[in-house]
């Protein structure tokens, strides 16, 4: 069975420093990654994507993600982040099998930028 | 706007009582999946249909039971309700039923058991 450790709940960051939110993985099988942003009173909207190919996935908002099989972590990282990152972020898994429609999320982190 | 309507928007009742979530998807998807969310246990996939079909199920409780309509609209069903199913209840639709296609989500229906 999958699983998705997030292993922050909270990450509190001043505005334009970097930030890496951690996201570690467990499956029997080959995976899909992805990581969701949940802004205040809203829904979740995918950030970015990992299916296959190059290990560094690059999204929307300047965000970027690695893939890492050894380590089974899909990590997510921004270089500089600003007030309007404050959310809730969310790492989830979905495996490659054709009977396998699930897609598992984490626990959630949020992310309290300050000035 | 993800494209994803959900209605109502909140819900109050009391404990015993039964409930419906209405869910539209996006124009064209033709998967629709049902979380809870609540702050002690996170976001929990409840149920997924596709095309009409139940495609994968999660931690849904036997209260709940969920359906898609022929113009693919989706209803989740809440039944002898508990204090515990006060939560955030989120709809999601993707084009296929496949698991690498990106899930649209709306915005919630936020559900009040007293």
């Known amino acids: 069975a999958q699983s998705v450790t997030q292993l922050d709940s909270q990450v509190p960051v001043f505005e334009e420093a970097p930030v890496e939110l951690r996201c570690n993985y467990s499956?029997?099988?080959?995976?899909?990654l992805f990581w969701y942003v949940q802004y205040p009173n809203q829904g979740l909207q995918l950030l970015l994507k990992?299916?296959?190919?190059?290990?560094l996935v690059k999204g929307i908002n300047g965000f970027e993600a690695e893939f890492n099989k050894s380590q089974t972590s899909f990590h997510l990282r921004k270089p500089s982040v600003h007030i309007s990152d404050t959310a809730e972020y969310f790492c989830?898994?979905?495996?490659?099998?054709?009977?396998?429609?699930?897609?598992?999320f984490g626990a959630g982190t949020r992310l309290f930028v300050k000035a | 706007d993800s494209g994803v309507t959900q209605t109502p928007k909140h819900l109050i009742t009391a404990t015993g009582q039964r409930v419906t979530l209405r869910c539209s998807p996006r124009?064209?998807?033709?998967?629709v999946y049902w979380y809870q969310q609540s702050l002690d246990q996170g976001l929990q996939f409840l149920i997924q249909?596709?095309?009409?079909?139940?495609?994968a199920k999660g931690n849904i409780l036997e209260r709940f039971s969920a359906q898609q309509f022929p113009d693919l609209h989706s209803e989740l069903n809440l039944s002898s309700l508990e204090l515990g199913d006060s939560a955030l209840y989120f709809c999601?639709?993707?084009?296929?039923?496949?698991?690498?296609?990106?899930?649209?989500f709306g915005p919630g229906t936020r559900l009040t058991v007293l």
């Open positions: 989830a898994v979905s495996d490659t099998n054709t009977g396998g429609f699930k897609t598992i």
């Open positions: 990992y299916l296959s190919g190059s290990t």
């Open positions: 124009s064209g998807d033709l998967s």
């Open positions: 999601a639709s993707s084009a296929s039923g496949v698991t690498n296609n990106e899930q649209f």
């Open positions: 499956s029997s099988v080959s995976v899909y």
């Open positions: 249909y596709y095309n009409g079909e139940e495609r």
